[in-house]
C-alpha cells in the first residue's frame, strides 16, 4: 500500500508539460572495427542538467532500463553480451525504495557484436530506455551503422532534399520575440477554464445525485455511519473521510491522463481532433442515452461490486475506502455517461489532463458532499424528498443532454475531414428534434420504459417544460438562410456560420477576407503594406469559435481586423491532405520524424517551431518584415482584444 501511494505521488509529480521543441538527450553513433567478424556499436550522448539516463543495470522495480536489442531477430549478427558502459552513478529512490544506476551528464554504450556473416555491410539495432527529470520520456529508436567507420541514424539520413527544404521553411526569422515572452500564455483564461470544468463536473455530480443509483445511497450510508459508530464525533468523521475517498478515487480516474500529457505535451490535442476518436464519442454518448432512456442498463461486472463490498467489511480507513470504491462501481450505470461526457469533453478543450483532473474533482465533491453535510447535520434527512418516478426522469433528461452532446463530436469529425454532412443549420435542426423531444418528454406526450404512470404534471416538471420549449424555439432561426440572431448562447457548439447549406461568399470567419496559407497572407500584407493578424485555431476548437462569434463580432472589433489588418487563419486539425509535392518529414530535434501529410499537420509543426505553443485559439500581431507587434493572445474578454488590436495597430504605424 505504501508503494502504491508514493508511486501515485510519483505520477502526479510528472504531471507538469515539457516544450514540444525541448529534448535533453540526442544519440550519435559510431563504429570501432575489432576484427572482420567482430566491431563495437557506439552510442553516445551529451544529458541536460539534471536529467538522469537509466542504465542497463537500473533495478527493475525502478525507472526503465536501456535495452539494446536487434531490429530483425533473423540478421545474421550477434550481440555480445551487454553493453559496456562509461560511468554510472547508483543513487537511493525513495519513491520506488531501491537503489537506481543511472548516468549524468554524459553517457556511452560500446555493445559488441559478432558477425555470422562477414559480408554484412550494415548493422541496425534498437534503443530503447527512459531520461527523467520531473517528468520521464522515452527513447526508442532504430540505428543503422555502416561497418566501414561511420554510422547513420537511418531515419535522419533518409530525408530527401525535398524534406530538408521544406523543413526550413516552415521556420521564421521572427523579430522582437521578447514580446511572445510577456504574454501570459493564456494563464488567465487557463484558469477561468479550469473552474469553468470544474464548475461543469459539480453541477454532473449533482445531477447523478438525483439518480435512482445514487439518490437512496445518501440517507443508507449516513444512518450507517451515525448509528454504527461508537460515538457522535466517530460517526461524523467517518463520513467526512468516506467524502474524501469519494473525490480521491474520481481524482485518480484522471491520472493516466497526466502521465500521457507529460510524455508528449501534444498528445492530447492530437487525440482530441482524432476523427475516428469523436466518432467514437459519437457513438458511445448515444449508446449512454439508449441506457438512460431505460432500454437496457450499463453496469461494470457485479464481481467487481461484490469483492469491493467485501472489502469494505474490514474496518478501520481501509474499509472507508472500499465502502466509497463499491458507491463508485455500482452506481456506474448512472455516473458513467455522465463521466464519459466529461471525459470526453476535457480531452476535446485545450487544457488536457489538467482540466479532467479538475473537471473530477468537482464531480467527485458535488457526490461528496451530501454524505458529509447530512452526517453532521442528520435531522437534515427528514427534508429529503422520497424516491420515487422523479429519479427516472432526471434519467431521461439526462439521455435526451447526452443525445444532443454526441452530435457534437460527431460533427468535429466532419468539421476535420469536410465530409459536409453536419452543416450548422442541419446540426441546429437536429438539436430542435432532440429538445422538442425533451419538451414532449417533460409535457408526459410520450413515455420511456421505466416511466411511472402520471396523473397530474408538478409545477417543477411544467416550469422546466417551458424552459425547453423557450429553448426550441429559440434554435428554429439558426436553421434559415438569414437568421434573426446569431445562438450566441451556442457559440462554439454548433459549426461555424460559413460551414452552411446555403451559398456563401467566403469560408472566413464572419465573411471576413481571409487567408488560410501563411505565404499567401505575407505576400499580400507585404503588398499592401499592412500589418498581420495570426490566427491558430481549430474546426473542433469551441473557444476559437466562442471568440469569433462573440468577440469579434463587435462592430469596432470586426472593422478593424477586417480593414486594418491581414487576417491569416491556419487551422491545426484540418485533415485535408497537402499536394504529394508539398508532403515532407520533418526532423524533430530529438531526431524522430513527424510525417507532414495533412494541412493540420504542417500548421500546428508551424507554430510548435516558431512559438513553442500547441494551444488555440493563440493570436499573433506581426508586420509583414516578420516583427511581433505586440504580445500573443489567447481566449479573452471583447475589451482587453480590442485594445490588444488597436496598441498592435498603433506600434505598426510607428
Known amino acids: 500500500m505504501k508503494k502504491l501511494v508514493l508511486l501515485l505521488v510519483f505520477i502526479l509529480g510528472f504531471s507538469s508539460t515539457i516544450n514540444a521543441q525541448d529534448n535533453p538527450v540526442n544519440w550519435t553513433t559510431s563504429v570501432k572495427k575489432i576484427s572482420d567478424t567482430e566491431y563495437d556499436l557506439i552510442f553516445s550522448t551529451d544529458i541536460e542538467m539534471g536529467w538522469h539516463v537509466y542504465s542497463q543495470?537500473?533495478?527493475?522495480?525502478?525507472?526503465?532500463?536501456?535495452?539494446?536489442?536487434?531490429?530483425?531477430?533473423d540478421a545474421k549478427f550477434k550481440l555480445a553480451g551487454k553493453a559496456v558502459e562509461s560511468d554510472t552513478i547508483k543513487k537511493y529512490n525513495p519513491v520506488f525504495e531501491v537503489v537506481e544506476t543511472y548516468?549524468?551528464?554524459?553517457?556511452?554504450?560500446?555493445?559488441?557484436?559478432?558477425?555470422?556473416?562477414?559480408n554484412i555491410t550494415e548493422i541496425s539495432l534498437h534503443l530503447f530506455g527512459q531520461v527523467c527529470k520531473t517528468v520521464c520520456i522515452q527513447f526508442d529508436d532504430n540505428y543503422t551503422f555502416t561497418l566501414k567507420g561511420k554510422a547513420t541514424k537511418k531515419a535522419v539520413l533518409s530525408v530527401d532534399e525535398k524534406s530538408k527544404t521544406l523543413t526550413k521553411k516552415l521556420k521564421?526569422?521572427?523579430?522582437?520575440?521578447?514580446?511572445?515572452?510577456?504574454s501570459t500564455d493564456g494563464s488567465s483564461e487557463g484558469g477561468g477554464s479550469l473552474f469553468s470544468i470544474f464548475f461543469l463536473g459539480f453541477v454532473g455530480g449533482l445531477l447523478a445525485l438525483l439518480t435512482p443509483c445514487v439518490f437512496p445511497m445518501i440517507p443508507l450510508t449516513v444512518s450507517f455511519f451515525t448509528k454504527q459508530s461508537q460515538t457522535k464525533r466517530k460517526g461524523v468523521s467517518n463520513a467526512i473521510l468516506y467524502g474524501f475517498f469519494i473525490v480521491f478515487i474520481y481524482i485518480l480516474l484522471s491520472l493516466p491522463f497526466h502521465f500521457l500529457d507529460s510524455l508528449d505535451p501534444e498528445i492530447l490535442n492530437t487525440i482530441s481532433t482524432n476523427v475516428w476518436l469523436n466518432i467514437f464519442f459519437f457513438v458511445i454518448l448515444v449508446f449512454f442515452a439508449g441506457s438512460f432512456f431505460g432500454y437496457y442498463e450499463i453496469t461494470l461486472p457485479s464481481s467487481w461490486g461484490n469483492k469491493m463490498d467485501t472489502a469494505s467489511g474490514t474496518g478501520g480507513?481501509?474499509?472507508?475506502?472500499?465502502?466509497a470504491l463499491t458507491l463508485a462501481i455500482v452506481s456506474f450505470s448512472c455516473t458513467g455517461p455522465?463521466?464519459?461526457?466529461?471525459?470526453?469533453?476535457?480531452?476535446?478543450?485545450?487544457?488536457?489532463?489538467?482540466?479532467?483532473?479538475?473537471?473530477?474533482?468537482?464531480?467527485?465533491?458535488?457526490?461528496?458532499?451530501?454524505?458529509?453535510?447530512?452526517?453532521?447535520?442528520p435531522s437534515w434527512l427528514n427534508?429529503?424528498?422520497?424516491?420515487?418516478?422523479?429519479?427516472?426522469?432526471?434519467?431521461?433528461?439526462?439521455?435526451?443532454?447526452?443525445?444532443?452532446?454526441?452530435?457534437?463530436?460527431?460533427?468535429?469529425?466532419?468539421?476535420?475531414?469536410?465530409?459536409?454532412?453536419?452543416?450548422?443549420?442541419?446540426?441546429?435542426?437536429?438539436?430542435?428534434?432532440?429538445?422538442?423531444?425533451l419538451a414532449l418528454y417533460l409535457f408526459a406526450k410520450i413515455k420511456f420504459p421505466h416511466d411511472s404512470p402520471i396523473k397530474k404534471l408538478g409545477f417543477s416538471r411544467i416550469s422546466f417544460g417551458v424552459l425547453v420549449v423557450a429553448f426550441t424555439i429559440y434554435l428554429i432561426?439558426?436553421?434559415?438562410?438569414?437568421?434573426?440572431?446569431?445562438?450566441?448562447?451556442?457559440?462554439?457548439?454548433?459549426?461555424?456560420q460559413f460551414y452552411s447549406i446555403y451559398e456563401t461568399e467566403t469560408d472566413c470567419p464572419l465573411g471576413i477576407n481571409c487567408f488560410k496559407d501563411f505565404d499567401e497572407g505575407l505576400a499580400y500584407a507585404k503588398a499592401n503594406n499592412k500589418p498581420i493578424l495570426l490566427d491558430f485555431t481549430g474546426w473542433a476548437c469551441v473557444n476559437c469559435r466562442k471568440m469569433e462569434e462573440t468577440v469579434w463580432v463587435e462592430n469596432d472589433i470586426f472593422t478593424?481586423?477586417?480593414?486594418?489588418?491581414?487576417?491569416?487563419?491556419?487551422?491545426v486539425d484540418d485533415r485535408k491532405e497537402l499536394p504529394e509535392e508539398l508532403q515532407f518529414d520533418f526532423i524533430k530535434s530529438n531526431g524522430k520524424l513527424k510525417k507532414i501529410e495533412t494541412v493540420g499537420n504542417k500548421w500546428a509543426t508551424f507554430q510548435a517551431i516558431n512559438f513553442k505553443t500547441a494551444s488555440q485559439p493563440y493570436y499573433v500581431l506581426m508586420s509583414p518584415d516578420l516583427e511581433i507587434l505586440h504580445r500573443a493572445e489567447q481566449y479573452t474578454d471583447r475589451d482587453t482584444y480590442y485594445t490588444w488590436l488597436k496598441e498592435g495597430l498603433e506600434k505598426f504605424k510607428e
Do not use: C
Not at 548516468?103 to 556473416?117: G, H, M, S, T
Not at 521564421?172 to 510577456?182: G, R, Y
Open 57 to 73: 543495470y537500473s533495478d527493475k522495480d525502478g525507472a526503465l532500463a536501456i535495452i539494446i536489442s536487434k531490429t530483425n531477430k
Open 103 to 118: 548516468f549524468d551528464d554524459y553517457a556511452e554504450l560500446k555493445q559488441r557484436i559478432v558477425l555470422e556473416d562477414p
Open 172 to 182: 521564421l526569422d521572427l523579430k522582437n520575440t521578447e514580446l511572445l515572452k510577456s
Open 317 to 323: 480507513i481501509i474499509g472507508i475506502f472500499f465502502m
Open 338 to 377: 455522465i463521466l464519459g461526457s466529461l471525459l470526453a469533453g476535457s480531452l476535446t478543450s485545450d487544457g488536457g489532463a489538467i482540466q479532467l483532473t479538475a473537471g473530477m474533482t468537482g464531480f467527485g465533491l458535488a457526490l461528496a458532499l451530501p454524505f458529509a453535510l447530512f452526517a453532521l447535520f
Open 383 to 437: 427534508s429529503l424528498p422520497k424516491s420515487g418516478g422523479w429519479l427516472n426522469t432526471t434519467k431521461v433528461v439526462l439521455g435526451f443532454l447526452e443525445l444532443a452532446l454526441a452530435f457534437k463530436f460527431l460533427s468535429n469529425a466532419d468539421l476535420v475531414e469536410h465530409w459536409g454532412l453536419l452543416k450548422r443549420e442541419i446540426f441546429i435542426g437536429l438539436w430542435i428534434v432532440i429538445f422538442a423531444g
Open 477 to 496: 432561426p439558426g436553421v434559415m438562410k438569414t437568421p434573426a440572431w446569431n445562438l450566441n448562447l451556442l457559440s462554439g457548439f454548433p459549426p461555424p
Open 560 to 571: 478593424m481586423i477586417n480593414e486594418e489588418y491581414v487576417l491569416i487563419s491556419l487551422y
